[in-house]
């Protein structure tokens, strides 16, 4: 998306950690803990600590897909660790007819 490109034409810094973001709210939705879910019991979750290692740079118009695991659950306190395994970018073909 051209909006989450900077000035050296790869995803800007902070548009990894939104897509990561997005890839959590799924997983949890995937769960059943719907946006829906949190508002009806009056919860929601909170981001405690994030921290990202930039790898290799994705460009424009590539596909990224974000693998999350679910690696730590605490029962007593409900707290949980997620891990993002890595980006997987490719080149996305577009046909303009």
């Not at 879910?37 to 930039?54: C, D, N, S, T, V």
């Not at 790898?55 to 999350?68: F, G, I, M, R, T």
């Amino acid at each position: 998306m051209w909006a989450q490109i900077d000035a050296n034409r790869h995803m800007r810094h902070s548009a990894y950690a939104d897509i990561c973001a997005q890839a959590r709210s799924n997983m949890l939705n995937k769960m059943g803990f719907s946006l829906d879910k949190f508002a009806q019991f009056q919860i929601g979750p909170i981001l405690f600590r994030e921290e990202l290692i930039y790898a290799k740079e994705v460009h424009l118009d590539e596909y990224v897909q974000v693998k999350v695991e679910l690696t730590k659950y605490n029962k007593i306190n409900s707290r949980f660790s997620f891990l993002f395994i890595r980006f997987i970018a490719r080149m996305a073909h577009y046909v303009v007819q």
